[in-house]
């Protein structure tokens, strides 16, 4: 069985301070990570995974996250906040082979001017 | 190429009327799955398909059938509404176990 831990529905930050949005995860196989964006009225959009390999993968708009296995966490960060992060964000487990994702409840990004 | 479509964008049912939703897809991807979204409760896993013909049950399957007869299509089926089925609902396909692509989703009201 897999499952994921958003911790904090809702996260407040200044913009271009830093953002950090918690993620941790259970899994009895070695896992597949994601973090998902979804911005008000639309659909999900792939942020950066995580496979095999390098455990600091970059995404798009210069989030990144880092996979630390003895901690079971894959935390999302961005150095400095712009307005148009402010969204909604998901961390999602998978595996190979396995046919879908178990997704967490989600994180609200608000970012103040 | 067009991705993951679905339709409606939105719709309002009454309780105990029923519905298709539609979603196709347009990568030859074999995994299909739907999803709803409820506030607080991130995305739950209702059906799922590994290709044509073959589905299986998700986390919230009941009141929702499918069914795959081709690669492309994967409608979810709605058989007598009920309040409780109110949400946003999320096509997804992909490559087995590899990023999932999401459609726009379909808003649904339950009165």
């Known amino acids: 069985a897999q499952s994921v831990t958003q911790l904090g529905s809702h996260v407040s930050v200044s913009e271009g301070a830093l953002v950090l949005l918690r993620c941790n995860y259970s899994?009895?196989?070695?896992?597949?990570l994601f973090w998902y964006v979804q911005y008000p009225n639309q659909g999900l959009q792939l942020l950066l995974k995580?496979?095999?390999?390098?455990?600091l993968v970059k995404g798009i708009n210069g989030f990144e996250a880092e996979f630390k296995k003895s901690e079971t966490s894959f935390h999302l960060t961005k150095p400095s906040a712009h307005m148009s992060d402010a969204a909604e964000y998901f961390c999602?487990?998978?595996?190979?082979?396995?046919?879908?994702?178990?997704f967490g409840s989600g994180t609200r990004l608000q970012v103040q001017p | 190429n067009a991705g993951v479509t679905q339709t409606p964008k939105f719709q309002v049912l009454k309780t105990g009327q029923s519905m298709t939703l539609q979603c196709a897809q347009d990568?030859?991807?074999?995994?299909m799955s739907w999803y709803r979204q409820d506030p607080g409760m991130g995305l739950r896993l209702i059906h799922y398909?590994?290709?044509?013909?073959?589905?299986d049950q998700g986390e919230v399957p009941n009141g929702y059938n499918v069914s795959r007869s081709t690669t492309e299509d994967f409608p979810l089926r709605l058989l007598s509404a009920a309040p409780s089925q109110t949400s946003v609902y999320f096509c997804?396909?992909?490559?087995?176990?590899?990023?999932?692509?999401f459609g726009p989703g379909t808003r649904l009201l339950v009165l």
């Open positions: 997804a396909s992909s490559i087995q176990g590899e990023t999932q692509y």
């Open positions: 899994s009895s196989v070695p896992p597949y």
């Open positions: 995580y496979t095999t390999g390098a455990t």
């Open positions: 999602a487990v998978g595996s190979a082979g396995r046919r879908a994702l178990t």
């Open positions: 990568m030859n991807h074999e995994y």
């Open positions: 398909s590994v290709g044509a013909g073959i589905t």
